[in-house]
């Protein structure tokens, strides 16, 4: 008898869930936000340039 329930929840153990499941794919996510050097704040322009002020002149803002 003590086969059978040793058997038994074996197999029942693989139905439950597990708590550290969702861990792998959670540091993943977090993993690539931080180590992602991809960084848009650190490459777009904050203003007009040197071509567009010859083009417009200084006075248009």
């Known amino acids: 008898m ?3 329930i040793a058997a038994i929840s ?4 693989a139905w439950m869930p ?7 794919p959670f540091l993943a ?3 690539q936000t931080i ?3 991809y960084r848009p ?4 322009m904050r203003g007009p340039g040197p ?3 010859a083009k417009h002149g ?3 803002s």
Do not use: C, D, I, Q
């Open 58 to 60: 200084r006075k248009a």
């Open 2 to 4: 003590g086969r059978a």
């Open 51 to 53: 071509a567009w002020h």
């Open 10 to 13: 074996v197999s029942a153990g």
């Open 41 to 44: 704040e650190l490459h777009y």
């Open 29 to 31: 996510a977090f993993w």
């Open 18 to 24: 597990r708590p550290l499941a969702g861990l792998g």
């Open 35 to 37: 180590a992602n050097p």
